[in-house]
């Protein structure tokens, strides 16, 4: 039931996003900050509607760098939210009930962190349920903030570009 109506919230948004096609920026910002907030991303499917936004791109009615821009600004502010929360709360932000329900989940994120280092903020963003936690985890545990910032930005500009350019490539292959 909850799968069907995210589909036809889904399908209302692409629907909305091909008729107003000076949308597609904000929309993709706005998609991509709240898939880069924790507990939210696991709600939101953020992903499947940049995939369709860039579908929607492939048609030609808007312009690609724009959008894309604004998806990669979207997701790293989403992020450097996060890190800024995880690095002014502390490990007290762990004992949230929301975050609390999830241990696992936190504990994969601080493995990850703790194997990866900074190239972590960078591979988390390909990884479903790790990039809605390892930004605040890495604040949690004290990441230098200018190697944060650094990954964070570069790995958001490389993420919008994967989501958008397959169905942008796809749709252009079909004009």
Known sequence: MLFETFHAVQ????????????????LGFVFAFLKSLPLVALVVPGTALLLSIGAILGLGDSAFVPVWLAIAIGAALGDWVQYACGVRFGPGLLQSKPLRKRPQLLHRSTVFIQRWGVLSIVLCRFFGPLRATVPMIAGICGMRAAAFQIANWASAFLWAAALLLPGWWSTRALL
């Open 11 to 26: 399908d209302t948004l692409v629907e909305f996003a091909r008729a107003h096609a000076a949308w597609l920026a904000p």
